[in-house]
């Protein structure tokens, strides 16, 4: 499968973006996606992830309440809805693709990267 991010840009703190992650193939529906970012100068860190059917999701602590994964599998796509925004939130935003059924948070585990979308946060 092939993933491609988009979405990203530069918002105010209290802001809200939505990104979206795109996949090629028809077994799409079997992945779990995860949401991953990147700060500069720090480690990539996971931040959000959703089941092959969607019913299971699991977020980073600091973005639980405020940031929301949904995946529409007919449409091959995966969304993180991003709100209430701060700072600290600006990273390069990466969707990755796993066959592993559970939501896993290791990064090694997921096998299939999108290139990245910028999320910028201005205070």
């Known amino acids: 499968v092939q993933l491609q991010a988009s979405g990203g840009g530069l918002v105010q703190a209290g802001g809200s973006l939505r990104l979206s992650c795109a996949a090629s193939g028809r077994t799409f529906s079997k992945y779990t996606i995860g949401w991953f970012r990147q700060a500069p100068g720090k480690e990539r860190e996971f931040v959000a992830g959703?089941?092959?059917?969607?019913?299971?999701?699991e977020y980073k602590d600091s973005v639980k309440g405020r940031f929301t994964i949904s995946r529409d599998n007919a449409k091959n796509t995966v969304y993180l809805q991003m709100s209430s925004l701060n700072p600290e939130d600006t990273a390069v935003y990466y969707c990755?693709?796993?066959?592993?059924?559970?939501?896993?948070?290791?990064?090694?585990?997921?096998?299939?990267w999108g290139q990245g979308t910028q999320v910028t946060v201005s205070s």
């Open positions: 959703i089941s092959w059917s969607g019913g299971r999701t």
């Open positions: 990755a693709g796993t066959k592993v059924a559970a939501v896993i948070t290791a990064i090694a585990l997921y096998d299939y």
